[in-house]
């Protein structure tokens, strides 16, 4: 019998082909399991008279039926033919027309008649049909239709061309690669008729059921990955048929029961992973007879017995997991035989006995995991002769003895874990000659002696763990010269003495906890710019705490059961409450005062004093000390007593002193500015001491009565304002400073700042926005002249502006003071006068009147201008929606939001630290959420209402929908990153903190904020350089300010530090002043009605889709392709992973719309598609159905809870009420007269609400 089937190319040549198919013998009425074989033959009729040369297109497919008697005269299709498509060339009447087919090993050769019926003939080998047929069932059973990827899949395409499938050159299926992609349901037996199928990986789906034992015909097989789904049930033994098998992956699945002994007849397996399942029984010993294996892994499941001795015959074997089972009895000395292994792991099992010195004869090793067994006695120094070992874990056993000095020669070894066990002696000092060691964990032995200082040849070690052993001693000095050290533990050991100056300096954490350290901490830990972890309690530590300390950003501190106690500086007490976890002293104010004295009598050398009395008495006791009566210190006499040296810091905790008398001591240096803390100081007498130096400026805040700096290099500044202070005093002594004759003056550092600014000055700056320009001069040697700077602007080579600054701040010293406002030359540069292009010079001194030694600097730069980097930025656009919730008092919220601009004091820290440049502010009228703000899924749902409602508006600018503080809630505010859109409590540093991540900001890692930014530079999240806000002429150090995206909120610290500052202005500039957002802006605002899709791709509670909506949105939404990301004019969203599927009532789909995700900085990720209604499927549209990585989640009919978006009388949407009642929020009234519109939807829209909408009815 023939068919006769008619194709038509796309050069519009009709081709008639002729085909008839030989008969194959079959049996019985189904089409026959072997490939269908045969020769071709047939006509093509070429149209019209194609000359010589001509190019003629063939059809890409073409499909046949053939027929095939039997017993039933049964009749088959026998499919497509993948011919291609190809072109021939004709070349001249009855010349032949030769092509070869793009399917391997297949050539059709055409000969005949130019412009006639053209003979040809060739030979075809076919796809089977039961390959399709299998393909069809594992559809089926594995839920195809929620497949995250299934193009083609049941289409009339070669099945080569279907989603994951790949066929060789007979059309036979080779490979089925669908990794995570959602499979679920079963897998079919029907995969037994792939008799071609070499490859199958299916890993990452949530297929469940058995393996089919028909995967076992499938002799051609060589990798079959099934890793990570649910599947349960036994190990097939039929897979010992699969002699091809190379690569079999079953890991994390269900899989149980033992494994059969005709494992050892997969000849041919080279991996094998099983790990992860529920496998018991014992190992059979036939794995040992399969010599091609390289890799076994059997981890994670239930095995019991011994390892078996067998698998010492594997001389390929590269890797060997038993981890994480039931293996008992001694370790056989037979493993030592495999030569080629590179990894063993029998770690959390019950293995007893010795570990075999014969694993030493391993020479290739590189990781060897013993960890968590019953093994006992010594370790074998055989193991030292690993050259190649990189990590050894020996944790958690009964191992006892020393720690062989042959484990010094592991000059690789990267991880030695001997935590948990009995070893005993000295840690050797050959330890420090494994120089590659990064870890080095010993906690829970019975170590003792001194730790070697060897531990600080350890250049890479970044974690030295040695807690809870017998260390004494003093810490080695050594320590400090790990410059890779990151974690020290030494808890619970007896470590004594004073603590080193110097630690490594990029350490994170020190735990010192329970050893009996003593005397004061060095202020030099104040230096440790990373360390972000202090565990001190439990020591003998003593003193007060440096304030050096406060430039940390630790989260964790304790010093809870010692003598250390924080000073009684403001700053100091405010750093603390910025610590996450503290465990503290209470150390009571006369304590207090007596630890300053003690740093007193030691730092000014005391127990030299002619009459000093130590510190080992009642301070009342002591030589010169007066209390009150609530023991306060009062008085310091200790003239005459030999005091010298500088005069400490700790002085100033003494916050109760009336009088000092130091007269006539040794006393040197300069008096320390923070003196001006001794508010209660009457008497200061310090004449006859070696002090040098001008007088602080800061003085002039104290009230002494008596103040004698005579015979001293103390000397009072001669400004007029310090004169009159000084003269205020009613017994006072002293000289005054001279200017000398001649001063060196040199300009070191200037810069331009509106906010925050690096010493080169290459922080942008923005246009528009008023700056403050500061100018640093030193003198040399320190002089009261008071030089006048003068600075000018220019553009263009033009100098169009000029400023003059004086200042009457402190002397000019030879280095500067940037954290001194007074310290520097200071002008305000309006914003008028910064624009692109604006250059800075810098002359000091241009009158002449400073004695200038020579090689003094008066000009900056030497030549031209420093280029101010200025940028232009579009205006920011913010509208605060102040948020009601029904059921709460939220007048607030009303209170905070009226009359708000731009020099509201809400707005000032958002004003200040974000790239902002001119800001357009807007309040809108109140908004009511139903959404419960005491979880993260209300969080979110209240997140994606504002979104819908800035869409819903057509804005182009920011949304910030304010909110009173929920009670009871962590949460403090959401925001989508990088898109505009955010929600958060009703206080100004949440408000920033939230605009900071629409402007894509991620955290600062300050206070335990969620998934910091790993490339923020700056530890602790401090600011990193100096802040300023020159409004009110306040200064925040790098190492005390903390940046806002961070969780260490503070009224004097938040600022917002270069990186962040940088990274968000660059996001502004790049999203809202390219051509794309240019062009979104002239979008007309008429709207359009639309079907709003919206809902959760990835968050706490998985996949959702909300109620969707009906409603008139602004054509630019519609205009934008559907996507709030894109329409917002600022971020582009994630890759579309997820996409949205509109169905009709048969399952059919109407439309498929790919989304793009709106993160949040939680890690969740939220999506508003806006979808203008289409005659096409309007009214037809019963189900939605979102697809992506994570699975699918249909939404069908009207089956869910209400949802109800109510618009007031002007068509502004004003409510989102979810589980509607039919009551409306309080203060809201439907009528006749109200224009109030209630919109209710419970999941679809009903058909006719989508016709009704289409066609504006209703309106």
């Not at 080779?174 to 959602?182: E, F």
């Not at 029998?346 to 007893?352: C, E, G, P, V």
């Not at 990781?367 to 055989?382: I, Q, V, Y």
């Not at 870890?439 to 060897?454: I, K, Q, V, Y």
Request: net charge negative; hydrophobic share 40%.
């Amino acid at each position: 019998m023939t068919k006769l089937a008619v194709a038509t190319g796309p050069r519009g040549a009709r081709f008639g082909w002729l085909v008839v198919l030989p008969l194959l013998v079959s049996c019985g009425d189904s089409p026959p399991s072997e490939p269908l074989r045969g020769a071709i033959f047939g006509k093509v009729t070429l149209e019209g008279e194609p000359l010589p040369g001509a190019l003629v297109t063939l059809a890409n497919t073409v499909e046949v039926t053939y027929s095939q008697r039997t017993d039933s005269m049964g009749e088959y299709r026998f499919g497509e033919l993948p011919l291609g498509a190809h072109q021939v060339r004709v070349s001249g009447v009855d010349a032949s027309i030769t092509f070869v087919d793009q399917v391997r090993n297949v050539q059709l050769l055409a000969v005949g008649q130019v412009a006639a019926e053209v003979d040809f003939h060739g030979v075809y080998v076919g796809s089977s049909s039961q390959d399709k047929e299998a393909l069809e069932a594992l559809y089926r059973t594995a839920r195809g239709g929620a497949w995250n990827r299934s193009a083609h899949w049941l289409s009339n395409r070669p099945i080569g061309q279907w989603e994951g499938v790949t066929t060789n050159s007979a059309g036979r299926v080779t490979h089925l690669i669908l990794v995570a992609n959602n499979l679920r349901g079963s897998l079919p037996a029907a995969l037994r008729s792939l008799q071609s199928l070499e490859h199958v990986d299916f890993a990452g789906n949530d297929l469940a059921g058995s393996i089919p034992s028909e995967l076992g015909e499938l002799t051609a097989l060589e990798r079959l990955s099934l890793r990570g789904n649910a599947l349960s049930g036994a190990f097939p033994e039929e897979f010992a048929d699969l002699k091809a098998l190379v690569h079999l992956d079953l890991a994390a699945n269900e899989l149980s029961g033992p494994l059969p002994a005709g494992i050892g007849e997969m000849s041919a397996l080279q991996v094998i992973q099983l790990g992860g399942n529920g496998f018991s029984g014992s190992i059979p010993p036939a794995l040992g007879s399969i010599s091609s294996l390289r890799h076994v892994d059997l981890s994670g499941n239930e095995f019991g017995g011994v390892v078996p001795a067998a698998l010492g015959g594997l001389y390929r074997l590269e890797t060997l997991k038993l981890s994480n089972n039931r293996l008992g009895g001694p370790l056989p000395a037979e493993l030592g035989r495999l030569h080629s292994l590179e990894s063993l792991n029998l770690s959390q099992n019950r293995i007893t006995g010795t570990v075999p010195f014969t694993l030493g004869q391993l020479q290739g090793l590189r990781s060897l995991h013993l960890g968590n067994n019953l093994f006992t006695g010594e370790l074998p120094p055989e193991l030292g002769r690993l050259r190649f070992l990189t990590q050894l874990d020996l944790s958690g056993n009964d191992l006892e003895g020393p720690l062989p000095p042959s484990f010094g020669g592991l000059a690789t070894l990267e991880t030695l874990r001997l935590e948990e066990n009995g070893f005993s002696g000295p840690l050797p000092d050959s330890i420090g000659r494994a120089r590659a060691l990064v870890t080095l964990d010993l906690r829970e032995n019975s170590f003792s002696g001194s730790l070697p200082a060897t531990l600080g040849d350890l250049d890479a070690l970044r974690f030295l763990k040695l807690s809870d052993n017998g260390f004494t001693g003093e810490l080695p000095v050594e320590l400090g010269h790990m410059e890779s050290l990151e974690r020290l533990d030494l808890k619970d050991n007896r470590l004594d003495g004073p603590l080193p100056v110097a630690l490594a300096p990029h350490l994170k954490e020190i735990d010192l906890t329970g050893n009996p350290v003593s005397g004061a901490l060095p202020p030099e830990y104040g230096e440790m710019a990373k360390l972000t972890a202090l565990h001190l309690g439990g020591t003998e530590l003593r003193g007060l705490l440096p304030v050096a300390l406060i430039g940390l950003g630790l989260e964790e501190f304790s010093f809870f059961d010692t003598g250390l106690c924080p000073p009684p500086h403001r700053s100091f007490e405010e750093w603390l409450r910025q610590v996450t976890y503290l465990a503290e002293n209470l150390c009571e104010p006369g304590f207090r005062d007596e630890l300053a004295l003690i740093d007193l009598f030691e730092s000014t050398k005391g127990r030299n004093w002619s009459e000093g009395q130590g510190s080992d008495s009642d301070p009342g006791d002591w030589e010169g000390v007066e209390l009150n009566a609530e023991g306060r210190v009062v008085a310091l006499e200790l003239r005459d007593e030999e005091l010298s040296g500088e005069l400490p810091l700790s002085l100033t905790a003494l916050d109760a002193l009336e009088r000092i008398d130091m007269g006539r001591n040794r006393l040197t240096g300069r008096i320390p500015r923070e003196f001006v803390a001794l508010e209660e100081l009457e008497v200061l007498r310090l004449d006859g001491n070696p002090l040098h130096g001008p007088l602080p400026a800061e003085m002039s805040r104290l009230s002494p009565a008596v103040f004698d700096f005579s015979n001293t290099e103390l000397c009072a500044p001669p400004d007029d304002d310090f004169q009159e202070w000084l003269g205020g005093i009613t017994e006072s002594a002293g000289s005054t400073c001279e200017l000398p004759a001649e001063v060196k003056l040199d300009i070191p550092l200037v810069y331009v700042t509106q906010g925050v600014q690096r010493a080169g000055g290459d922080v942008p700056l923005i246009a528009g926005s008023n700056s403050l320009l500061r100018v640093f001069l030193t003198g040399d040697p320190v002089s009261f002249h008071s030089p006048v700077v003068e600075a000018s602007l220019h553009r263009n080579g033009v100098e169009f502006h000029t400023v003059r600054m004086w200042r009457d701040g402190p002397p000019l010293e030879p280095e500067i003071d940037e954290g001194r406002w007074k310290a520097s030359y200071n002008a305000r540069i309006h914003g008028e006068l910064l624009q692109p292009g604006t250059g800075l010079v810098v002359r000091v001194d241009p009158d002449g009147e400073v004695p200038l030694a020579p090689g003094s600097v008066s000009v900056y730069p030497a030549e031209g201008a420093i280029d101010l980097g200025v940028v232009t930025l579009p205006a920011l656009e913010l509208t605060v929606v102040p948020v009601m919730r029904s059921g709460w008092d939220d007048s607030g919220v009303l209170d905070w939001t009226r009359g708000l601009n731009r020099d509201s004091p809400q707005i000032a820290l958002l004003r200040k630290t974000l790239p902002v440049g001119s800001l357009v502010i807007g309040v809108r009228e109140p908004y009511v959420t139903t959404a419960d703000l005491g979880t993260f899924t209300g969080w979110g749902e209240f997140l994606r209402e504002i979104g819908l409602l800035r869409a819903a508006e057509g804005s182009k600018g920011y949304y910030y929908g304010a909110v009173r503080k929920n009670t009871g809630s962590f949460i403090r505010g959401f925001a989508f990153r990088g898109l505009p859109v955010a929600v958060g409590l009703i206080d100004d540093a949440v408000m920033t903190h939230e605009i900071g991540h629409s402007m894509n900001l991620g955290h600062a890692p300050c206070g335990g904020a969620n998934s910091p930014d790993p490339d923020f530079p700056h530890a602790g999240g401090r600011i990193g350089v100096w802040g300023t806000d020159f409004e009110n002429e306040r200064l925040i150090a790098p190492t005390f300010g903390r940046d806002i995206m961070g969780y260490c909120f503070g009224e004097d610290r938040s600022w917002l530090s270069d990186y962040h500052f940088e990274k968000a202005l660059a996001y502004r500039l790049e999203q809202e002043t390219s051509s794309a957002a240019v062009a979104r802006g002239t979008v007309p605002d008429a709207t359009v009605p639309s079907l709003v899709v919206w809902g959760t791709a990835e968050g706490p509670d998985g996949a959702s889709l909300d109620p969707a909506l009906l409603m008139d949105l602004p054509a630019r939404t519609a205009a934008a392709g559907g996507s709030l990301s894109l329409e917002a004019g600022v971020g582009s969203g994630e890759h579309r992973a997820y996409a949205v599927t509109g169905l009709d009532p048969r399952g059919g789909v109407l439309f498929r719309h790919e989304l793009e995700l709106m993160p949040d900085a939680y890690g969740g990720k939220h999506f508003i598609a806006v979808l203008p209604l289409e005659a096409g499927w309007a009214g037809a549209l019963t189900a939605l159905r979102l697809e992506g990585p994570s699975g699918s989640v249909t939404m069908e009919g009207r089956e869910g809870p209400a949802l109800a978006a109510i618009r007031d009388g002007a068509g502004r949407l004003t409510a989102i009420v979810r589980d509607w009642s039919g009551d409306l929020p309080a203060g809201m009234e439907v009528g006749s007269d109200s224009g109030v519109r209630v919109s209710v939807s419970r999941g679809i829209p009903r058909p006719e609400e989508q016709v009704s909408a289409l066609l504006g009815l209703g309106r």
